[in-house]
């Protein structure tokens, strides 16, 4: 892992292992550092956890912040934290990232509380469904939003890997 992440990945109240073991692996493929806030619905050391992320969980940057209000006191520019729900009109690719930014997420089965989005709406972003469904797979929707980003950066990115 560098020095600066590329993005922060911010996972609050996820519920489901694989799905955390999942996004670590991919936070480990894109140098991410990956923030869960608030309970859990496992155990760190659960067995599908560590079955998801495969041997990559040792290279994993990780946090673990007992409360919203714990993470909250990390953000250095709230402005540069994005907030993943699919009820907000503006799309996730119109968003122009930078290394560091947090992407926040919410917990499977509910997604992000909406007053939080209602506080955050200009930083809320949505990426489209198009078909008759009403979200993606978590794990799906961080590695969306953290390919994009990276492919925004293009060049730039390799002055955050130096």
Known sequence: MTKTPTFRIVLIEPEIP?????????CVATNC??????????EINDRNL????LDYWVHLTWFHHATFED?????EDPTRAFYFTTKSP???????????DWLVFGKETKGLDPELI??????????????????LNLSTA???ASYEGIRQMGPALSEVQS
């Open 18 to 26: 694989q799905n955390t073991g999942n996004i670590g692996r991919t």
């Open 33 to 42: 550092e990956l923030h869960l806030v608030g309970k859990l619905g496992f």
């Open 50 to 53: 560590k079955r998801a992320g």
């Open 71 to 75: 993470w909250w006191k990390q953000v």
């Open 90 to 100: 503006q799309l996730y690719t119109d968003v122009q990232y930078r290394p560091g």
């Open 118 to 135: 209602r506080r955050n709406a200009d930083q809320a972003v949505k990426i489209p469904l198009l078909g008759p469904t009403r979200s």
């Open 142 to 144: 961080v590695a969306i």
